[in-house]
């Protein structure tokens, strides 16, 4: 009878832990919409189709509050985040590009100097790279190494000894090197070359597949055509009114068509980056890979990470009230919907762990809140950050000249260190006055020194702890500033956007989080969680070790 109690008590715990692959989804598929607020999906969701977001929204678990820690929602902050499970006080990422006093200049977030691209000419071409922070980086190599935490797929390699597969995909190399993480294979779009392209941190040459891929020359074949309305005019959620303050890219016009122009265009394929093209483009390479490389047909589990960026470009040059907002969420429903069906043919969906989630919100476009009576909107002005005002302070109290402020990187101002020493100064004295001055200023809703954030002596407010948790004391700036809500600026080198992200109001922190497919149940749960929560949720299921970094907590519903 003892024997046979204690087969039963190993039975159980066998049972409790699973041990092998088989008890296991064949593959990780995590997806990323770059830009995506969490209402946006429910404000068009009348429009999509079936197999796209409606089945995550009705089949997965779907978490419908689920809101950043951290105070800067620029694009490598998010996705890290989503990749460690922690904030930036923790990997490092504490905007899309920060002031590295050890080289004396602005640093952009991957870029790597010790790594050079595969494709010669591949890099950013700064006469026609409309993302400001793509042209601060010093050369054109690309890694993860200044993210300072492992991640989900780093801890997955390190759990089986390198078996697993990790992938990452994205238009932007940000959004696919931070999922891959340190031990994954990273891909992006090179513009300057319409093509999909990597570093030697990678590889050393590219895989046959991925050639010839290039060479069939996707990008090349939306030449001539036009990004035009899916649907009638009238089935449209929001109708437009004013369209002065969208973006008209050379021939890429304010309102619908869109003329993609022809592939010698200088523009052209940013304008695919900009649509629904972009997506649809890095669907199908996504797609390729994981067919080429044979993606959960092994005996372990292996990971992609799908990051579509078009949506963060389209609200940035139309508004989130658009209809081009609307038209390309419509289309990457479609787009989402032929990625999972050649994850079903492949692997099945009930063998593959799906999360969807996005790395920030976004803003109505200011003139577009302003219509509707929010008058506080306003686009900012950020040459007004150093104004008289400040400069006057520094120099009556301190006896320095504007030279003591290096520049402004949002959301911080660095200061000269070396000129205020020179002067015997005390550093958070300074910080703390031009805190206080730019706090003055109209549109500036908080501005905090890094002094005072480090030795905690912050409000216990909810958004100062959002600040705190973007304070890393090797890269963050001087004095940290928050616009006031709906206030921000809009000047991207020339470039006037609609809008922008990168606050720590609502519509920037909450963002959706969706588990279908492997073991999960349809359920939509509403108590608060963070994006944080998903790398550890998923080596929770997975049972291995959570990245090391992370400060998420496992969601129940989907450890059940």
């Known amino acids: 009878m003892q024997y046979t109690k204690l087969s039963g008590l190993t039975l159980a715990l066998l049972c409790a832990f699973p041990t092998s692959a088989a008890e296991k989804p064949d593959l990780v598929l995590q997806i990323t919409v770059d830009g995506l607020r969490a209402d946006l999906i429910e404000r068009y969701k009348h429009n999509f189709g079936e197999g796209g977001f409606r089945y995550l929204m009705d089949d997965g678990t779907y978490y419908t509050n689920a809101n950043y820690q951290h105070g800067n929602t620029e694009t490598i902050v998010g996705h890290v985040s989503l990749a460690t499970g922690a904030p930036p006080s923790v990997h490092g990422m504490v905007g899309n590009v920060w002031y590295d006093r050890s080289e004396e200049r602005l640093v952009y977030n991957v870029e790597d100097g010790n790594y050079k691209m595969l494709t010669s000419g591949a890099g950013v071409d700064k006469a026609t790279e409309i993302d400001p922070t793509q042209k601060t980086a010093q050369g054109d190599g690309r890694s993860p190494e200044p993210i300072l935490a492992t991640t989900f ?132 390479f996504a797609s390729t890979l994981l067919m080429q490389e044979k993606l959960g047909q092994g005996e372990v589990t292996d990971y992609l990470s799908v990051s579509f960026s078009s949506n963060d470009y389209v609200v940035h040059l139309y508004g989130p009230e658009s209809l081009e907002t609307e038209d390309n969420l419509i289309r990457l429903d479609k787009t989402i919907a032929k990625l999972l069906k050649t994850v079903d043919n492949q692997v099945g969906l009930e063998n593959t762990l799906i999360v969807l989630s996005a790395d920030h919100g976004v803003p109505e476009s200011s003139p577009a809140a302003n219509a509707l009576g929010f008058n506080q909107a306003q686009y900012f002005n950020k040459d007004t950050l150093l104004s008289s005002g400040v400069e006057k302070r520094l120099k009556d109290e301190f006896g320095l000249s504007k030279d003591a402020i290096r520049l402004y990187a949002q959301p911080y101002i660095y200061l000269n260190h070396d000129l205020i020493a020179e002067k015997k100064l005390d550093l958070a004295k300074v910080q703390e006055a031009i805190a206080d001055e730019i706090a003055k200023i109209k549109g500036v809703a ?115």
């Open 153 to 284: 797929g780093d801890e997955l390699m390190i759990s089986n000894s390198g078996k697993s597969k990790v992938f990452g995909v994205s238009v932007k190399d940000r959004g696919a090197i931070s999922l891959a993480g340190h031990s994954g294979k990273a891909f992006w779009f090179s513009k300057a070359q319409s093509e999909f392209v990597t570093s030697n941190y990678y590889y050393d040459e590219y895989p046959a597949w991925v050639s010839r891929w290039n060479e069939k020359e996707i990008a090349a074949q939306y030449s001539k055509q036009k990004w035009e309305l899916s649907l009638p005019r009238e089935n449209y959620t929001l109708q437009e009114h004013n369209t002065d303050h969208k973006v008209k890219l050379g021939d890429f016009q304010r309102t619908f068509p869109h003329p993609y122009g022809p592939a010698s265009y200088k523009y052209y394929s940013t304008t695919l980056t900009v649509s629904p093209a972009g997506d649809e483009i890095t669907e199908n």
């Open 446 to 560: 908080f501005a905090v020194s890094s002094s005072d954030i480090a030795t905690n002596r912050v409000p216990d407010t909810h958004v100062m702890q959002l600040i705190k948790n973007n304070y890393h004391p090797a890269r963050s700036g001087d004095v940290y500033v928050v616009f006031a809500p709906r206030s921000y600026i809009n000047d991207m080198e020339g470039l006037q956007i609609a809008s922008t992200h990168g606050s720590p109001w609502k519509y920037d922190t909450h963002v959706p989080v969706i588990f279908a497919g492997y073991d999960v149940d349809a359920k939509k749960v509403s108590r608060p969680v963070t994006p944080y929560d998903i790398a550890p949720t998923l080596s929770n299921k997975l049972g291995i070790t959570q990245p090391s970094g992370s400060i998420g907590q496992v969601l129940e519903e989907i450890a059940e």
